[in-house]
């Protein structure tokens, strides 16, 4: 079957940096997304990562190594705004998205 | 904004209740979908439309109908439902099946009672 792994819940303190990691099993991979979703709200896409490496955007980076199916979402100088919950979701063989249940980040001052 | 837009924000009805749920998107997608979400579950994804054409039913029960009459609306008809069906419903559109990230709508809050 197929599996996306993330931890349930992790907490940080504002101006710290965490690291949200996500492993998968899948039939055959097509890439992987990162999404932000605050309660009450719509996911909003972060990243996309289908090659192995490092993408970084402004606070929030994207770390992909296909070989290890595992993936990390780094967030630096956390923001009391970025506690959210951080979605994992990759791209199968046949282009369907396969979710992680997903990390609720709590910030603390 | 995402560009997708779903109505109504919340609903509550009875078992016996028919309703539907009402997704547009303004981005000039070709796939849309309709999630199921669930607290501390993964997304489950319950239908996918590309150009108006069902390409995806994920074993749904059929008291779940959906309706694509074009490729800017999508529809989540809702008859005889059961309380485990108490979930946030999203919609999502993207540039086609294999292309783009998914865009959502804020989600439809249904409670079942």
């Known amino acids: 079957g197929q599996n996306i792994d993330q931890p349930t819940e992790m907490t940080a303190t504002e101006g710290a940096i965490v690291q949200i990691n996500c492993t998968y099993q899948?039939?055959?991979?097509?890439?992987l997304f990162w999404y932000q979703q605050h309660a009450g709200e719509a996911p909003t896409f972060l990243s996309y990562?289908?090659l192995d490496g490092l993408e970084e955007k402004g606070r929030f980076s994207s770390f992909l190594s296909r070989s290890k199916g595992y993936s990390y979402l780094l967030l630096k100088e956390l923001q009391m705004k970025d506690s959210a919950s951080y979605l994992c979701?990759?791209?199968?063989?046949?282009?369907?998205?396969?979710w992680g249940a997903g990390t609720k980040l709590i910030i603390k001052p | 904004e995402t560009g997708v837009t779903q109505t109504p924000r919340h609903l509550v009805m009875g078992m016996t209740n028919k309703k539907s749920l009402k997704c547009e998107q303004h981005?000039?997608?070709?796939?849309m979908y309709w999630y199921k979400q669930s607290a501390k579950k993964p997304l489950e994804l319950m239908f996918v439309?590309?150009?108006?054409?069902?390409?995806e039913n994920n074993s749904v029960p059929s008291r779940f109908s959906p309706e694509c009459p074009n490729s800017s609306h999508l529809f989540l008809h809702l008859h005889t439902l059961q309380p485990e069906d108490s979930a946030l419903y999203l919609c999502?559109?993207?540039?086609?099946?294999?292309?783009?990230?998914?865009?959502f709508g804020e989600g439809s809050r249904l409670t079942v009672l």
């Open positions: 999502a559109s993207r540039m086609s099946l294999d292309t783009g990230e998914l865009f």
């Open positions: 981005l000039g997608h070709n796939a």
């Open positions: 439309y590309s150009l108006e054409e069902r390409v």
């Open positions: 899948t039939s055959g991979f097509n890439g």
């Open positions: 990562n289908v």
């Open positions: 979701a990759v791209v199968d063989s046949n282009y369907q998205l396969i």
